[in-house]
C-alpha cells in the first residue's frame, strides 16, 4: 500500500472533521486490535539478535526512507521517531489512538530537523514471522527505552466507513493481473494540485485506516468487505478557492459508493505509563 497526501497535515484534521457529519443514524462500532497477538503466558517476547539505536544529529540528511523497512533478517530504520518505531511494534494506524506519547517522541525526520529521532539496524533469522519481528521491537523498546505501555478500552466519538445503498463500486483485484496504477501516472488536477490523495491496492481497512489521518478521529471499517482493490482517491484540498475535485465525503460516495457516519464506539487504545530516551548501545 503506498499513501500519499499532497495537503498539509497540519492542516487536514481541522479542515475536514466539519464536512464529514454525513446525516443518518449514530452507528456503534467496536474497534478491535488488528493482528495484535501477546505471547503465550508463561513465554517472553523474542527478541532481535543484535540491535542498534543510535540517535540522528540534529540536521542529518537522510540516507534512506523515513520509518521502519522490514527486510528478510533484518530491520532498518534509517530515520524513525518513537511514535514510528510504536506504530510498526503495536500495529498503530490512524485507528488506534496512543496516548501519552512525550512530546520528543514526534520528532520529524528531514534536513534540519531535530534531535529526538533515530537510525535503527537490528538483525533476525530470515524466517522470522511478521509479529515475531514487531514483537522484537516491542522488546527493543523496552529494553533501550524503558517503555511500559498497557492496551485500554476507551468509549470516544468515531466515524463508521460503511457502503451505501446499491453496492460497492469496485471489484476486487487479482495481485497477478491487476498492477496499481503507477503514482507518477496519477495525480491532482491543475486547480488543485494540493489535493488530497490515497493510492494503492489494499483492502478497505486499509483505506479506513488512512483516512483517520484526516478526520481527525478513528475511522473503522464497518463494510464487511474482505477483498483487495485499486483504492485510488482524490478529494479537494482545504486550501483550494474551487477545485474540480469533491469533498471527502462527495469522493467516497462518487468513486466506492461509501459513506462515513459519526458515533461513538469502544476503541482499543494504546497507552504508554513510562518512555525515556533511548539508553547508548
Keep these: 500500500m503506498r499513501l500519499f497526501d499532497c495537503g498539509q497535515i497540519a492542516k487536514l484534521m481541522a479542515g475536514l472533521c466539519a464536512g464529514l457529519l454525513v446525516a443518518g443514524a449514530a452507528v456503534q462500532v467496536v474497534q478491535a486490535r488488528q493482528n495484535q497477538q501477546a505471547p503465550a503466558q508463561g513465554t517472553e517476547k523474542p527478541s532481535f539478535d543484535v540491535a542498534s539505536v543510535r540517535e540522528r544529529p540534529k540536521g542529518a540528511e537522510l ?8 527486510f528478510p533478517g533484518r530491520i532498518v530504520a534509517d530515520c524513525a521517531s518513537l511514535h514510528a518505531l510504536l506504530s510498526y511494534a503495536y500495529h498503530l494506524s490512524g485507528a488506534v489512538p496512543l496516548s501519552g506519547l512525550p512530546k520528543w517522541g514526534n520528532a520529524a525526520c528531514g534536513y534540519l530537523a531535530g534531535t529526538d529521532t533515530y537510525s535503527v539496524e537490528a538483525t533476525m533469522p530470515e524466517n522470522t514471522t511478521d509479529e515475531q519481528a514487531r514483537q522484537m521491537m516491542q522488546s527493543l523498546l523496552e529494553e533501550r527505552f524503558q517503555l511500559k505501555a498497557h492496551w485500554e478500552k476507551k468509549d470516544m466519538a468515531v466515524m463508521a466507513l460503511v457502503v451505501r445503498d446499491g453496492g460497492f463500486k469496485l471489484k476486487p483485484v487479482d495481485a497477478k493481473d491487476d498492477a496499481p496504477a503507477a503514482p507518477h501516472s496519477i495525480g491532482c488536477p491543475p486547480d488543485d494540485p494540493r489535493c488530497h490523495m490515497h493510492i494503492g491496492m489494499g483492502s478497505v481497512s ?3 485506516a488512512s483516512l483517520s489521518r484526516f478526520v481527525g478521529k478513528p475511522v473503522i471499517d464497518q463494510t464487511g468487505l474482505t477483498g483487495r482493490y485499486n483504492l485510488n482517491l482524490f478529494w479537494a484540498s ?10 471527502l465525503p462527495g469522493a467516497l460516495k ?6 462515513l457516519k459519526p458515533g461513538n464506539g ?3 487504545c494504546l497507552v504508554i505509563d513510562h518512555v525515556e530516551k533511548p539508553s547508548a548501545n
Excluded: I, K
Design 63 to 70: 540516507s534512506g526512507t523515513v520509518g521502519v523497512q522490514v
Design 266 to 268: 469502544v476503541v482499543d
Design 206 to 208: 486499509d483505506l479506513a
Design 238 to 247: 482545504d486550501s483550494a478557492m474551487s477545485s474540480s475535485l469533491p469533498s
Design 254 to 259: 462518487d468513486t466506492f459508493n461509501l459513506e
